[in-house]
């Protein structure tokens, strides 16, 4: 999640939803010929089932990482080092954050 960002994160988490969502309506239009899809291997609904069963899974990896409060601070502290890391390494005195960059 580092590499994301939690706006990134919340964003991607509310795609996941979207996503499985579209795949519930996929797999009850399919319904009525379930028992003919089934006959198949790697079949269209066998498919969607675990696909779906992914999304679950990170979805839940997600909102564990977002309702941890230890992991959410750590996460923050870790990005404010980032952030004044990079401001300081373009300040052409390199003294950010004190005095702030002009």
Known sequence: MFH?????????????AKHADELHRTIDLLG????????????LVGQA?????????????????LLDPDHVSR???FVTFVSTW???????EKKHPSPLVK
Do not use: C, W
């Not at 009525?32 to 079949?43: A, Y």
């Open 86 to 92: 990079i401001v300081r390494f373009v300040d052409p």
């Open 32 to 43: 009525g010929v379930i028992n003919q899809l089934q006959q198949f291997p790697g079949s």
């Open 49 to 65: 089932k675990l696909e779906l069963d992914s999304l679950r899974s990170k979805s839940h990896s997600f909102t564990v990482q």
């Open 4 to 16: 994301y960002g939690y706006q990134r994160t919340i964003q991607q988490l509310d795609r996941f």
């Open 75 to 77: 996460s923050t502290v």
